[in-house]
């Protein structure tokens, strides 16, 4: 099941955060280290063909395509989507979209790498989400996921600044070590599977919006304030402790056998 539907995330992407001109680089990408490490590196005479699921608006298409040289594909069920080829294209990235529903997807190829970046955690039914994920891989490619972690300390802090920040998301799946039993039970070698970063904290637009007038507005405001110092002064100070309190991240890498 879905926790999410159009209309979720058309108000998610209308609502203030960065839209389809929202380019990322490795200067922008905090994985961009990891990616380096563990992904395929393309060359002329083997092309890597990468797919994202849930590619809107479009940022890690054009991510991928400038700083690996992938040939990159992506899939959403937003309608908007029709319109990321043309604008990557204006940016001088040949991307192939298709819009869509993720579990009716049957594209005519598989893919080297199979990307998704906070999509798993809407899903009750993860495991499928997985294997129909796995699917759409070449043997020996390699399956990226990233997920929030919006458990343990990280839970309570967002429970003081956005009340309903858990809405639309299954806080199970958010535990690295279930996933990583669930990759390795299928024959999958890992990259890498845990939290990531140390600390931080970010607040969507509509929480941001709702968050009350007058005195409450300025409690909102400090105490948004005070967590958000910690985190600038814990990248300052290049602290990196991934840990299951604090962490903002989980990402998994994992490799299918040949």
Same mark, same amino acid.
């Given at each position: ?21 929202? #380019? #990322? ?13 563990? *992904?395929? %590196? ?32 992506? *899939?959403?069920? #937003? ?13 001088? &990235? ?12 049957? =594209? ?30 070449? %043997? ?20 003081? $600044? ?7 998301? &299954?806080?199970? &799946? ?30 969507? %637009? ?30 300052? $100070?290049?602290?990196?402790? =991934?840990?299951?309190?604090?962490? =903002?991240?989980?990402?998994? &890498?994992?490799?299918? =056998?040949?």
């Amino acid at each position: 099941m879905n926790l999410t539907d159009r209309n979720y995330w058309q108000a998610f992407w209308g609502s203030g955060a960065k839209g389809p001109a929202y #380019l #990322l680089t490795k200067g922008d990408c905090e994985f961009h280290e990891i990616f380096s490490a563990s *992904l395929p %590196p393309a060359t002329e005479a083997r092309p890597v063909d990468f797919l994202e699921i849930g590619c809107y608006p479009g940022r890690f298409l054009y991510y991928f395509a400038r700083e690996f040289g992938y040939r990159v594909s992506g *899939l959403d069920f #937003l309608p908007e989507t029709a319109e990321l080829s043309d604008r990557l294209a204006e940016k001088g &990235v040949q991307a192939r979209v298709y819009v869509g529903d993720f579990f009716h997807f049957e =594209p005519e190829q598989r893919y080297d790498v199979v990307f998704s970046y906070g999509f798993v955690e809407h899903f009750t039914a993860w495991q499928e989400v997985l294997d129909r994920q796995l699917a759409l891989l070449k %043997p020996g490619g390699t399956l990226v996921i990233e997920l929030p972690n919006f458990r343990y300390g990280q839970y309570w802090l967002r429970k003081l $600044l956005d009340p309903s920040f858990a809405e639309g998301h &299954v806080l199970e &799946v958010m535990d690295p070590h279930l996933w990583g039993r669930a990759l390795t039970r299928r024959g999958l070698e890992l990259q890498y599977c845990d939290y990531f970063e140390t600390f931080q904290i970010w607040i969507g %637009p509509a929480a941001r919006a709702a968050k009350g007038k007058g005195f409450m507005k300025k409690c909102w405001r400090g105490l948004f304030a005070c967590f958000y110092l910690i985190q600038k002064i814990i990248q300052r $100070l290049k602290i990196n402790i =991934p840990n299951r309190y604090f962490s =903002p991240y989980i990402l998994v &890498v994992a490799r299918m =056998p040949h």
